[in-house]
């Protein structure tokens, strides 16, 4: 123990204790920076002749107060030689920049915002935590090793987090991976969560203080904006068990819960896991030990920082320390310091910046921006608290994850794509129906042939009556060709583009042979009783001129059919039906089907409907006007009013 005749040496601290505005509470960490303090000054080996004595101020996280405190310790009846803190960097940031001018170095244990690395704007700066540009290559690296690539920012609207998904946002870009908002709130999140709703947004990079994640995940389960589809990736600096604490939102600590899910958290790797002795000879686990002893006095709950506390209370006892022990070379002590001294300023800063220790976070030392580079926990949320399922290691930028719950989510649905086909029974049934007529017209085929020289069937002309039939046969053919999809699936183009053609061809002729072959009838019937010159007329009525006429027709479908096949011929395409959301809503179910189609479908359809509809109003012209013949074996205008009927169907 040093002893009581120590001259004073005052260290300007900075904790966030009253921050009911909201932000970052550091006030779980000043057991530790007093633990520090009581090691230091019981150290005879360090600042001999020396008491450092610590003057603490509440910075409450604001920028304002910040100032208005850094003054206090400036215009006190003492003068400080060095800053420490605060844990927060609204507060820091300005006192950094501030600092300067009354030339106090100044050691942060939290202060996590990029523009802290700024060396030509805060030269005296230093901070033992790491920027949170660390925590954005452990996000990137995450979502690399779960192939997340579609992503959105929520952040809460301060500057630290401004900056910080900056950063984040030129790491994604340079990784490739879609970010498809970049939303910001300042107090109310209900137009963010809607706008991630509306994008479908999957997982969620949550920059903010832990009140306004409380508010935003309140807000997700009030719109419904929750499940296991969506994943939440978090800082892991907020206090233990933060969701259920609720005085700030109005849902309960279940409803919390269950939005934010199985969230990933990353936080630095503060409290070393290393059994090596400290400066001050304990091991870290001895001394998270003597700490959570010592915050047993305090109603500020336990932080997760204090390792920092403890470490940057080093780095500044280390400092001054080497700074003493050089200005006693030139006849000078600490206690020469003013505030316009740049001489041992600058002495000071070079110290810091020099100090190298093991200390309760590990080895402690700082980059030439005054930054300390870490490895990161990945934490998730398992049942009822934050469990640690990975680690980062900065150093070379590898993830590894071994304990996650559950597999991870895609960053966007899953799209499975599903065949509509004709149900089975419904084929079976039409197809049996369409064997049936086929069985049929090949029965009445056969029964044609062998009775064609009776009287009855000689008179309605046997022999046009089986291109009829024939007709008919392929149009059932069709029917099965149809349904003949149930069989298919999408790496059938070839046969099913094979097929479209073919039932479009058979379908095209059979109608011609059924229908025109029935209406030339008719046609014949039609001259006979209404011309009065029927002897002279009658030669070119027979069975062989309607043939001819029926092959002319038969012809101009060929001619048309080919023109079609050969300039723009039909194919297969996968075409899609409304889309639906599976019910883990992670995959998205595609129906589609198998459509024939070609690039002018529907001007060769028209004129195909064109030519068969004249041929169908031609034929109700016909049997309009033999309707009245008298000779049921030649009198077919029944039958072919039945037949238009069932095509118009």
């Known amino acids: 123990m040093k002893s009581s005749a120590n001259v004073p040496l005052y260290i300007g601290g900075f904790i966030d204790l009253n921050t009911t505005n909201g932000g970052w509470n550091s006030g779980g960490v000043y057991p530790a920076i007093e633990l520090a303090l009581q090691h230091i000054n019981q150290d005879q080996s360090l600042l001999q002749g020396i008491k450092l004595e610590l003057v603490i101020k509440d910075s409450r996280c604001s920028d304002a107060y910040a100032i208005k405190t850094l003054v206090e310790h400036i215009t006190a009846d003492h003068t400080v030689v060095m800053l420490i803190g605060p844990g927060c960097s609204i507060a820091a940031e300005p006192i950094a920049i501030a600092g300067k001018f009354w030339n106090l170095v100044q050691v942060a244990y939290a202060a996590g915002t990029p523009r802290l ?79 991630l709703k509306q994008k479908d947004a999957r997982i969620i990079i949550v920059l903010t203080y832990e009140g306004k994640c409380r508010k935003l995940m309140c807000s ?159 934490e998730q949320f398992q049942d009822d608290g934050e469990i640690r399922v990975g680690v980062f290691d900065a150093t070379h930028g590898d993830t590894g994850v071994d304990r996650i719950n559950g597999s991870p989510p895609p960053s966007e649905p899953v799209t499975i794509t599903e065949i509509v086909l004709i149900e089975m029974p419904l084929f079976v049934t039409m197809a049996t129906i369409a064997c049936a007529g086929i069985f049929l017209s090949t029965l009445f085929l056969i029964l044609n042939i062998k009775n064609r020289q009776r009287t009855f069937i000689r008179m309605s002309s046997p022999y046009l009556n089986n291109f009829i039939i024939a007709g008919s046969i392929m149009c059932y053919t069709c029917v099965i060709l149809f349904g003949v999809d149930v069989f298919l699936d999408e790496s059938d183009h070839v046969i099913h583009s094979a097929i479209c053609s073919f039932r479009l061809w058979l379908l095209s002729c059979g109608y011609t042979l059924a229908f025109g072959t029935m209406f030339i009838k008719t046609w014949r019937v039609y001259k006979i009783f209404t011309n009065h010159k029927l002897d002279k007329q009658l030669g070119r009525l027979h069975d062989r001129h309607l043939v001819c006429m029926l092959a002319l027709m038969l012809s101009v479908d060929l001619l048309f059919l080919s023109v079609w096949q050969a300039v723009d011929g039909l194919k297969t395409e996968i075409r899609n039906v409304q889309t639906e959301n599976g019910r883990n809503k992670i995959t998205i179910l595609m129906p589609v089907f198998l459509a024939c189609t070609c690039t002018h479908k529907l001007i060769w359809l028209g004129c195909l409907y064109t030519y068969k509809g004249l041929l169908m109003i031609f034929g109700l012209f016909l049997a309009w006007e033999t309707r009245n013949v008298s000779y049921p074996a030649l009198n077919d205008s029944r039958y072919i009013g039945l037949s238009v009927y069932n095509v118009v169907i």
């Open 117 to 195: 690395s700024d060396k030509t704007l805060f030269p005296l700066f230093y901070r033992v935590n790491a920027p949170e540009t660390v925590a954005n290559l452990a996000i990137v690296a995450m979502l690399k090793k779960f192939k997340w690539s579609r992503v959105a920012i929520v952040k809460e609207d301060v500057a630290v987090f401004n900056d910080v998904s900056e950063g984040l946002q030129l790491l994604l870009r340079r990784e490739n991976i879609s970010l498809i908002g970049a939303n910001s709130f300042i107090t109310n999140p209900d137009n963010v969560i809607t706008d």
């Open 220 to 378: 997700a389960f009030r719109h419904g904006f929750y499940g296991k589809h969506i994943v939440w990736l978090l800082r892991g600096w907020y206090v233990e068990d933060w969701s259920k604490v609720v005085t700030d939102v109005t849902c309960s600590p279940q409803e919390v819960q269950s939005a934010h899910g199985n969230y990933i958290a990353f936080e630095e790797v503060i409290l070393s896991t290393s059994t090596e002795k400290t400066i001050n000879g304990l091991t870290p686990d001895q001394l998270n030990k003597l700490y959570l002893r010592q915050a047993r006095n305090i109603s500020y709950p336990i932080n997760s920082y204090a390792a920092y506390g403890y470490d940057a209370m080093w780095v500044v006892a280390l400092a001054l320390n080497r700074t003493n022990t050089l200005l006693k070379e030139s006849g000078l002590t600490l206690h020469n310091f003013t505030y316009d001294n740049k001489y041992i300023a600058s002495i000071i800063n070079e110290s810091t910046a020099k100090t190298r220790f093991f200390g309760m976070s590990g080895e402690v030392a700082f980059l030439d921006n005054g930054d300390r580079i870490s490895s990161m926990w990945i």
